[in-house]
């Protein structure tokens, strides 16, 4: 019911920056976490970042150390929209991209396997 649909990527130099984005649609609203997550050609699907909503109604972003101090999350909540901004690429964020929603409580906001609804994917593509 839940269908997420990521946009963005393309070709861009070393350096540059992209936007991506996440538009969602169906029942959102109960999730507790929005991540993006990366699969480079022959690796592992791993985390990237995330928004998680504490029990409060609150929220606060987690990022992969990797990522850190480059990459931002950030939400729209008028167009139903997740970003991921990249900032400074290098060759080792080619990767496919997807973003996902975890409902599970009791699941972890880092884990791969605690995400239940993924889109696509869109591929980012760093050239020097």
């Known amino acids: 019911q839940v269908q997420l649909v990521e946009s963005g990527g393309g070709l861009v130099q070393a350096g540059g920056s992209l936007r991506l984005s996440c538009a969602a649609s169906g029942r959102t609203l109960s999730s507790l976490s929005m991540g993006w997550f990366r699969q480079a050609p022959g690796q592992d699907r791993v985390f990237v970042a995330a928004?998680?909503?504490?029990?409060?109604?609150?929220?606060?972003?987690e990022y992969a150390e990797s990522v850190k101090g480059r990459f931002t999350i950030s939400r729209d909540d008028a167009k139903n929209t997740v970003y991921l901004r990249m900032n400074n690429l290098n060759a080792e964020d080619t990767a496919v991209y997807y973003c996902?929603?975890?409902?599970?409580?009791?699941?972890?906001?880092?884990?791969?396997?605690?995400?239940?609804?993924w889109g696509q994917g869109t591929q980012v593509t760093v050239s020097s």
């Open positions: 928004i998680n909503w504490s029990a409060g109604s609150t929220y606060y972003a």
């Open positions: 996902a929603i975890r409902r599970r409580y009791g699941s972890s906001w880092w884990s791969v396997y605690d995400y239940d609804y």
